[in-house]
């Protein structure tokens, strides 16, 4: 996870890292090691890891309460009070795996030519969020209870009875280790194989697809880590008279 900045941040403030680091670990703690960890705890057990997918989908996530104001987004530098970044500006910084880093990494143009000290503050200070804000925005996401680590609490709440059951991750789980399905083949494959199982309900290949996801970033399974897909290019279709 990441912890780009060496500086310990002002009394009552988070740096970008340190808040997605507290995210991370609620939305994911409680789950076992995911396989990668393991495996490397097992050479080296006294070295600090983290899975960097949980890291990823934290700063995702909080970037996006961030640019959609639910969560103020400050910059402070040295010797400087702290600003708050306006939202559209949060949205146009360059972001690294979907996310916002503690120390912008470029600031564009068209921020000095909105405010020039807020440009300058920018392109030399870090982004941090208040303490006591990010506590209240993290116990209202803690409350819709979505986290995987909240999953058993969704069983007890009841409601629509989901498709991604426990037997169909085992099933999905098995085939991975047998080596009979991997992630990088069509999910249509999977869901005719598992349509052969007796008493399984195969939801929808795009539900699979979601399932699959999930399991991958709970577990680390590398047999279920899915490629990105390029978005084919528009063609060029020249008018005909």
């Not at 498709?163 to 789980?173: A, H």
Request: glycine content about 10%; hydrophobic content about 35%.
């Amino acid at each position: 996870m990441e912890d780009s900045a060496q500086n310990k941040s002002p009394p009552g403030l988070l740096r970008f890292s340190e808040a997605t680091n507290r995210l991370a670990a609620g939305m994911w703690g409680g789950l076992p090691r995911p396989l990668p960890v393991q495996q490397i705890k097992q050479t080296d057990r006294n070295v600090s890891v983290g899975f960097g997918p949980w890291g990823e989908q934290a700063r995702q996530r909080l970037t996006r309460a961030a640019v959609d104001g639910e969560l103020p987004v400050y910059v402070v530098a040295e010797g400087a009070e702290r600003v708050v970044v306006p939202t559209d500006v949060l949205a146009s910084l360059p972001k690294s795996r979907g996310g916002l880093s503690d120390i912008p990494s470029r600031v564009p143009l068209k921020v000095a030519r909105r405010s020039d000290a807020l440009f300058r503050i920018l392109t030399t200070g870090c982004l941090v969020v208040g303490e006591t804000e990010f506590l209240v925005w993290y116990k209202a996401e803690r409350t819709r209870g979505q986290w995987s680590s909240q999953r058993s609490r969704a069983k007890i709440h009841g409601g629509r009875p989901t498709k991604q059951t426990e037997r169909l991750s085992s099933s999905i789980l098995t085939l991975v280790h047998d080596g009979k399905w991997r992630a990088d083949a069509p999910i249509v494959v999977l869901h005719h194989i598992l349509s052969a199982e007796e008493g399984l309900n195969v939801p929808s290949p795009d539900t699979l697809g979601r399932l699959i996801d999930r399991l991958f970033l709970e577990t680390g399974e590398p047999g279920l880590h899915r490629p990105q897909r390029r978005s084919p290019k528009p063609r060029n279709i020249m008018n005909r008279g």
